[in-house]
């Protein structure tokens, strides 16, 4: 595919990738271990990985499956991501984040009203995207 002249280039890509193999990948995190040198509010201060190394904290999987639906498409083109659809404890730290919200919420809104989409929010994952698997090829 010409990436340089395709209307789609991810799409065709996810789509190929995720009907070929499954993919896993590690969700890694720094904890701040002390405030003084590794402080939320100042990000142009470096996090020493000696003082705080990476931790993986989730595995995302995604099963080989088609996503070429185009139910797919319209359920994916509805969704909104933000980093703050978590519990509290876990809510994004720092300045940048809390703009980072007020950006994302705004962005989503614009979409949805371009779109001409109900904006709401998913109450489980098959909301998102049910699994089709792939048939085996015999």
């Known amino acids: 595919m010409d990436t340089s002249s395709a209307s789609e280039v991810y799409r065709p890509a996810l789509v190929a990738e995720l009907r070929a193999r499954p993919y896993t990948f590690d969700?890694?995190?720094?904890?701040?271990?002390?405030?003084?040198?590794?402080?939320?509010?100042?990000?142009?201060?470096?996090?020493?990985?000696?003082?705080?190394?990476?931790?993986?904290?989730?595995?995302?999987?995604?099963?080989?499956?088609?996503i070429s639906g185009e139910d797919n498409l319209r359920r994916m083109d509805g969704l909104s991501f933000t980093p703050w659809r978590v519990?509290?404890?876990h809510r994004p730290l720092g300045s940048m984040m809390r703009a980072r919200k007020e950006v994302y919420r705004a962005s989503s809104v614009l979409r949805h009203?371009?779109?001409?989409?109900?904006?709401?929010?998913?109450?489980s994952a098959d909301d998102v995207l049910p699994l089709t698997p792939v048939p085996p090829h015999h």
């Open 87 to 89: 519990t509290e404890a």
């Open 27 to 66: 969700l890694q995190v720094q904890l701040c271990a002390d405030l003084e040198r590794m402080p939320v509010e100042d990000l142009t201060v470096e996090w020493p990985e000696k003082l705080s190394p990476y931790v993986t904290v989730a595995k995302l999987r995604f099963a080989q499956q088609d």
């Open 113 to 123: 009203q371009l779109n001409h989409q109900e904006r709401r929010e998913p109450r």
